[in-house]
């Protein structure tokens, strides 16, 4: 049973509008959800971050929504660039754990 | 500085031998991770060291996997007697020390070693 669901395996945007990558899940004992990006044949790499007494963090061109009520997360790209064009995932955990309980990912495609 | 990396990059392997996969976590990260990920799913839990504390294995999918850490740096991760469907990419991650309830330190990763059983 997958706890963090990213529904939408990929996305294409142009350059310069908005990205939205949307994130459900199950567990109600996460507290913690990350988003990370990954380009082919590279780790993934941390992008940004949220704790469950927020509602909101934002970093740069990055923000991260969460609404509790609906186990819903979405990041939101604005403005999208060519760069920005790779895989994102979900990610949450529990009560301080260590272990990341990823999605599927959804591949991000911004066209010039 | 280095960042995490793993090797071999590649490694094509017959069904039933056994594998070794090697990371190099980031100097001074005491938290070590191992995921895989399969072919159209997301990353997977496997294994997850930190300190000196008893390894948390609880995602390791068989007996045929194991890992180690040796002298809380090198982590080595084993699959005998390997399956097709053991076939993944897997990823190392190290971390600082956790910094406390509520948060989760940045996990780096290395860029994985492609594992394909044939």
């Known amino acids: 049973d997958q706890q963090v669901k990213q529904n939408s395996p990929s996305l294409s945007v142009q350059e310069g509008r908005i990205s939205i990558l949307n994130c459900d899940y199950t567990?109600?004992?996460?507290?913690?959800f990350l988003w990370y990006k990954k380009y082919p044949a590279e780790g993934p790499t941390f992008l940004i971050s949220?704790?469950?007494?927020?509602d909101k963090n934002e970093d740069g061109r990055f923000t991260v929504f969460l609404n509790k009520s609906a186990k819903h997360l979405s990041l939101h790209i604005v403005p999208s660039q060519p760069g920005d064009s790779a895989v994102y995932f979900c990610?949450?955990?529990?009560?301080?754990?260590?272990?990341?309980?990823f999605g599927k990912g959804t591949k991000l495609t911004v066209n010039p | 500085g280095a960042g995490v990396s793993q090797s071999p990059s590649n490694k094509v392997t017959e069904k039933g031998k056994d594998v070794e996969l090697r990371c190099d976590p980031i100097?001074?990260?005491?938290?070590l991770y191992w995921y895989r990920q399969s072919l159209g799913q997301g990353l997977e839990f496997l294994i997850y060291?930190?300190?000196?504390?008893?390894?948390?294995k609880s995602g390791l999918p068989s007996d045929r996997f194991s890992a180690e850490r040796t002298g809380g740096s090198v982590s080595t991760l084993t699959i005998q007697r390997t399956q097709q469907e053991d076939s993944a990419v897997y990823l190392c991650?190290?971390?600082?020390?956790?910094?406390?309830?509520?948060?989760?330190?940045?996990?780096?990763f290395g860029p994985g070693t492609r594992l394909t059983v044939l």
């Open positions: 991650a190290s971390s600082r020390l956790r910094q406390g309830w509520g948060s989760t330190d940045t996990q780096y």
């Open positions: 949220i704790s469950s007494i927020k």
């Open positions: 567990n109600s004992m996460f507290d913690y």
């Open positions: 060291f930190q300190g000196n504390s008893a390894p948390d």
């Open positions: 990610a949450a955990s529990a009560g301080g754990s260590e272990k990341l309980v």
């Open positions: 100097s001074g990260h005491t938290a």
